[in-house]
């Protein structure tokens, strides 16, 4: 009896290692992906994939947006930065009649990217548009969108090609590490800008010009005073 439970205690470690053994082999085993624009909101201090489409989304006023470009399988590859509405709206006037949207656009990294692209440092805009306006709207105040079968394929021209492409044997970083946006100014408000300063010196053209046509005009009067007097002595 005592060899028989030996044996069957040898062949119980030899079926616990194998199982694991076969465990290790799965998880260690990549997935397959695509990469693709996601499309996020800010909620409760953390990006939460939306469960709604840009285009049947609206985003209510001091709502945070977030898109980021990256190869992901089934766990979404959120926006590098935080949500951060003061950061990127704090400056920009409310305005009667309108929404403030901060959107957060990251367009990932050189891991991510298509052959040949490279990504462009995050951004944040804060857009200031129609109540009504949902989030497909709202990116496109933001920079150009390129549209394709219903997809959101490309942004501010990235990636230059591709949409949705299916990638194989992919790994994902289990974090990503976190960047600084580079927030430009707000876009759709109607608040008055100051005007751009102007690089040309234009300072001496316009008495340049005056001054000119004042010559012309006494060289063509004294010649016309000079040429009646040779007609009268003539006479």
């Known amino acids: 009896m005592t060899a028989h439970?030996?044996?069957?205690?040898?062949?119980?470690?030899?079926?616990?290692?194998l199982l694991a053994g076969t465990v290790a082999a799965t998880t260690a085993q990549a997935e397959d992906g695509?990469?693709?624009?996601?499309?996020?909101?800010?909620?409760?201090g953390t990006w939460a994939f939306s469960q709604k489409g840009a285009d049947a989304f609206v985003p209510a006023d001091g709502g945070i947006e977030g898109w980021r470009f990256a190869v992901g399988g089934a766990k979404p590859r959120v926006p590098r930065a935080a949500g951060d509405f003061d950061a990127i709206c704090g400056k920009t006037p409310a305005e009667t009649g309108k929404k403030r949207v901060a959107v957060?656009?990251?367009?990932?990294?050189?891991?991510?990217?298509?052959?040949?692209?490279?990504?462009?440092?995050p951004t944040g805009t804060c857009v200031v548009t129609d109540p009504k306006s949902n989030g497909a709207q709202v990116l496109a105040a933001v920079a150009p969108v390129r549209i394709e079968k219903g997809l959101t394929c490309g942004v501010a021209g990235y990636p230059s090609k591709g949409c949705g492409d299916q990638v194989k044997s992919i790994t994902v970083p289990a974090t990503d590490a976190p960047v600084t946006l580079q927030v430009g100014p707000a876009v759709g408000s109607t608040a008055v800008q100051p005007a751009p300063a102007s690089t040309k010196d234009d300072s001496g053209a316009p008495w340049t010009g005056i001054i000119i046509a004042a010559v012309v005009v006494v060289l063509l009067g004294g010649?016309?005073?000079f040429l009646n007097r040779r007609r009268t002595a003539a006479k």
Do not use: H, K, M
């Open 104 to 121: 957060v656009v990251d367009p990932g990294t050189p891991e991510d990217a298509v052959t040949g692209d490279t990504p462009a440092q």
């Open 223 to 225: 010649g016309g005073f």
């Open 5 to 17: 439970r030996t044996v069957r205690l040898v062949f119980s470690l030899l079926a616990g290692l």
């Open 34 to 44: 695509y990469r693709f624009w996601g499309y996020y909101q800010w909620t409760s």
